[in-house]
């Protein structure tokens, strides 16, 4: 059932992909033995495996593939991406089997990212607007640094229609999961690479703050010494806020002080700029508009009303990571994939990808 191997270079990935694809379902090294079965494949075995002291047989090979949910030869490529500086966000805690779980499936995704990148020839180079921008300290410093990034990206103060289209043509990698609400987004890096992932299944205004938060941890630089991660959280939040509603706009659409607001005039404003009205109210108090005693009074409404469940009204354009499908398109148009291999690239069969392109026999 098990063969040795000289070669320590192809246990050694083995190894690592056999650990990547157990995490990206979130089993144990028991739970995946169990799913074995009657195979005769045992704990011990599946951590002599895991642990580069075995190789499996052909056969063995064939049944974990099956079971993680792999083709064969992913088991035997090297791993290229490794991702760093992990920066999870999340509303309640997640449970490390679930972190690692979403961790792997972005770093299993960002590689085949890269890999169609290198076979088009099109690895862009991600320049940070911050590199010599001096720590950010203070919510005033947020405010100056959204202004700073709309001026260096020439964003001028107008609504952003697309912040995933945005982040993508500035060379930052995102990459979208299905997941449940207790995760929002993390951010991190693939050498010099940045990546965000983030929750497919919120609403588009919720993504369009998520990824600013996330661009807020890879670009801002905190004291280390004065500001927690707590408070890093809450600039990171502040710093997407201003950037989908610089405080001009704010208060030139709300004005400086205010008593009363109503539903409708702030669903016109998150029609207009793809900022939750929860979002706008925040700001809004952050900025001086409102009192905090008049906005405890306005969450109890807002809870009472359900709109802290389901605002109103939607953002109107969809927010959705494009770049990965195109680069993959392009590639097979210009014959600079074969139509496997952009399958492959896009974890489908080939069946359902020629189906969907319209490719006839």
Not at 152 to 174: F, R, S
């Amino acid at each position: 059932m098990v063969m040795q191997l000289s070669d320590n270079s192809i246990r050694d990935t083995f190894s690592k992909r056999l650990l990547q694809a157990r995490k990206m379902l979130g089993l144990s090294l028991r739970e995946l033995a169990e799913k074995l079965g009657d195979s005769g494949v045992s704990y011990n075995a599946l951590h002599k495996y895991e642990t580069g002291r075995m190789m499996p047989s052909s056969g063995v090979l064939i049944m974990l593939s099956d079971v993680l949910g792999q083709p064969a030869d992913f088991f035997l490529h090297p791993l290229k991406v490794n991702l760093e500086h992990i920066e999870f966000r999340k509303r309640t805690a997640l449970g490390m089997k679930q972190e690692d779980a979403i961790s792997q499936k972005a770093s299993e995704f960002f590689e085949r990212y890269m890999e169609i990148e290198e076979a088009l020839g099109v690895a862009g180079k991600f320049k940070n607007p911050f590199s010599e921008y001096p720590h950010v300290k203070t919510s005033s410093d947020i405010e100056q640094a959204a202004i700073f990034l709309r001026k260096q990206w020439n964003l001028g103060i107008d609504a952003l229609p697309g912040v995933l289209t945005l982040l993508e043509e500035k060379h930052i990698k995102i990459y979208e999961i299905d997941a449940s609400d207790k995760f929002d987004g993390f951010s991190g890096w693939a050498g010099d690479v940045p990546v965000i992932v983030l929750n497919r299944n919120f609403p588009d205004d919720r993504k369009r703050l998520s990824a600013l938060h996330e661009l807020g941890h890879l670009l801002l630089s905190f004291p280390k010494d004065s500001i927690d991660s707590k408070t890093g959280e809450k600039f990171c939040t502040e710093f997407a806020g201003a950037m989908l509603l610089p405080n001009s706009v704010l208060f030139q659409n709300l004005g400086r002080t205010r008593t009363r607001i109503s539903l409708e005039e702030l669903e016109e404003i998150k029609t207009r700029f793809g900022i939750s009205c929860a979002a706008i109210m925040m700001r809004a108090l952050k900025l001086g508009i409102f009192t905090s005693s008049f906005m405890k009074n306005f969450w109890i409404k807002w809870r009472k009303l359900g709109l802290n469940q389901c605002e109103r009204v939607k953002w109107g354009i969809p927010e959705t990571p494009k770049r990965f499908n195109q680069l993959i398109l392009r590639g097979v148009s210009e014959e600079l994939i074969s139509e496997s291999k952009a399958a492959s690239l896009l974890n489908e069969p080939l069946a359902a990808f020629r189906k969907r392109m319209g490719i006839l026999s």
